[in-house]
């Protein structure tokens, strides 16, 4: 088969929007015929068969059911497909109860899916060894392909303050541990002179942050991407504590915006700082506290450092280069 790229037909199964999820569709329409469709459980099963075999195509973000149902159909019409994975759907951690591993319901589509996918993308490397050790597969149509961030928005703007920020999105006491939040705000109180921001938290998640946080806390339930900019063109320091990541969003964002980072010790937010910021032990609250008070008396030249990390590993630029060329290979 050989098709002009405008020819080319894609459809674009997607379970909920994120930010990476819509820069995909985004970067896709732009080069080729892209169908979306919100995945709605058994509602959707006739429009999902029927674009997928008019498509050549099928591309879905995260492994699960939303995903492996047109994978199948896709298998069936004998058209491509490709599915990008983020994290949680290639882990087994049962002792926190993480991953979609660690129960029948959630391994029954992945394992599919990592068996009869033609094409599995990783946005950290560590993320396919998980998949070949958890699925017992080769890993053979695993590729490395990271996000990508455009790197005129997410920049610095004036003088950094005393503030130290976080954001991911909770809503129970499980995400919050998940993310390290509990963390971040108990060590707020050791720092009486600098405000410690917490973004994406709503309900339970909350009212827990809440019930720990001493003054020095503000918590956020949703900025505007305008806002969050302005929040990391603010914060000296950004901080992603979480008990297992990909590859951060947020973090890379911070870091783009100059922010010094504090991580934990794990394998993409490793990927993301490398030498351009402090580590501490998931958990570790005395770590933590430590790495927060280096960050912040650190040489704003550390945050220019990370910039320009995110900004040579990560670009915008490759992720569209490499995705064209992934594609256009399946199809040809």
Partial sequence: MNKSNNKIKILF??????????????????????????????????????????????????????????????????????????????????????GAFTNLKEKLPVLYIYKKTDLILVVDLALKQDIIKNAKVKGDNIKYLPTGFDTDHWKSKGKKKNIALT??????????????????????????????????????????LEGISSKNVELFEFLSENDLLKCYQTAKVYCQLSFREGLPTSLCEAMLCECIPVGSNINGVKTAIGDTGFYADYGDEEATINMIKEALKSNEELGKKARERIKNLFPESRRIKDLEKLILDLIR
């Fill in 13 to 98: 199964v997607y379970r909920s929007w994120a930010p990476f999820v819509i820069k995909d569709l985004e970067i896709l329409q732009k080069q080729f015929e892209v169908k979306p469709i919100k995945f709605d459980g058994l509602k959707s099963l006739f429009k999902i068969a029927f674009s997928a075999v008019q498509s050549d195509l099928t591309f879905a973000w995260f492994a699960g059911w939303h995903s492996a149902i047109p994978i199948f159909f896709s298998k069936l019409f004998r058209k491509k497909s490709i599915v990008v994975v983020g994290g949680y759907d290639a882990a087994y951690v049962p002792e926190m109860n993480y």
């Fill in 167 to 208: 954001v991911a999105v909770a809503n129970d006491i499980k995400r919050v541990k998940l993310k390290g939040f509990d963390t971040f705000v108990k060590s707020a109180k050791y720092f009486p002179e600098t405000k410690f921001i917490v973004v994406s938290v709503k309900g339970e998640a909350r009212k827990y």
